[in-house]
């Protein structure tokens, strides 16, 4: 049960880490967009 828990406690933590990356890349993304309108 304990074993459970840690490994949903990381998936959480894992996700949020890959938002966060994605946020950065889709940022740059729109700039790209934006300059070549």
């Known amino acids: 049960i304990v074993l459970a828990i ?3 406690f990381g998936l959480l933590v894992y996700q949020k880490i890959r938002q966060i990356r994605g ?3 889709d ?3 729109i700039e790209r967009k934006e300059s070549n309108k």
């Open 6 to 8: 840690f490994l949903y």
């Open 23 to 25: 946020k950065k890349k």
């Open 27 to 29: 940022k740059k993304e």
